[in-house]
């Protein structure tokens, strides 16, 4: 039983245009969410996160909304770089004090030039 | 400059030996974390340690064991019980609430 699913595996993106990518959860329980970007052979890189008190973070070009009711996340990229070209988790965790992360199956990001 | 150090980034086992994985971290975190990727997968939890001499299984801890002796090492034994080993191997830490875990750069493990 997934928790957390990425229900697309790629995405293509024209160079200066909106990525969007998408996290549904199940666990109500849940009550952090985080973006990590991930190349090929390196570990996972922190991208931005999103606490259940809040329905919108924004970080630079990027900005995770939350929408709790849907069970939803997603992960706006604007513009895109070509240098975004990369596999994007979402993770959740909860409740508060469990300091373990869920993880999706990911959505690879091809950001054209 | 702080981080954790996965060693070897390739490894490769023969069958029906165990080999061990190296994770260590430099940033003075208390909890430690083994995952394993798959392709098309996301990251699987195998084994995590909140506090020295003390661990906990993951969701996928059959076929591996670990230890955590030192706060700063939690090495990962991939036993000859793990019938399909062939993955990448990712160790992070993680130090308070408002930090996110901080992930190494891997091991990625063949059989020969």
């Known amino acids: 039983d997934q928790q957390v699913k990425q229900?697309?595996?790629?995405?293509?993106?024209?160079?200066?245009?909106?990525?969007?990518?998408?996290?549904?959860?199940?666990?109500?329980?849940?009550?952090?969410?985080?973006?990590?970007?991930?190349y090929p052979a390196e570990g996972p890189t922190f991208l931005i996160s999103i606490s259940s008190i809040k329905d919108k973070n924004e970080d630079?070009?990027?900005?995770?909304?939350?929408?709790?009711?849907?069970?939803?996340?997603?992960?706006?990229i604007v513009p895109s770089q070509p240098g975004d070209s990369a596999v994007y988790f979402c993770a959740a965790s909860g409740p508060t004090g469990t300091y373990k992360y869920i993880?999706?199956?990911?959505?690879?990001?091809?950001?054209?030039? | 400059d702080g981080g954790i150090t996965q060693s070897p980034k390739y490894l490769f086992r023969k069958e029906g030996q165990n080999v061990t994985l190296s994770c260590e971290q430099n940033l003075n975190h208390d909890a430690m974390y083994w995952y394993r990727q798959d392709p098309g997968q996301g990251l699987r939890l195998i084994y995590y340690s909140h506090i020295v001499n003390d661990f906990q299984k993951g969701d996928i801890a059959e076929g591996y064991s670990v230890s955590r002796e030192k706060k700063e090492s939690f090495p990962l034994t991939v036993t000859s019980a793990q019938k399909n080993p062939t993955a990448f191997y990712l160790c992070a830490s993680y130090g308070r609430g408002d930090q996110p875990q901080h992930f190494g750069d891997g091991t990625r493990l063949s059989i020969l």
Request: charged share 20%; glycine share 6%; proline share 2%.
């Open chain 1, 7 to 38: 229900n697309s595996p790629s995405l293509s993106v024209q160079e200066g245009r909106i990525s969007i990518l998408n996290c549904d959860y199940t666990n109500s329980m849940f009550d952090y969410f985080l973006w990590y970007k991930k």
């Open chain 1, 60 to 76: 630079g070009r990027f900005t995770v909304f939350l929408n709790k009711s849907a069970k939803h996340l997603s992960l706006h």
């Open chain 1, 103 to 113: 993880f999706g199956t990911g959505t690879r990001l091809k950001v054209l030039a």
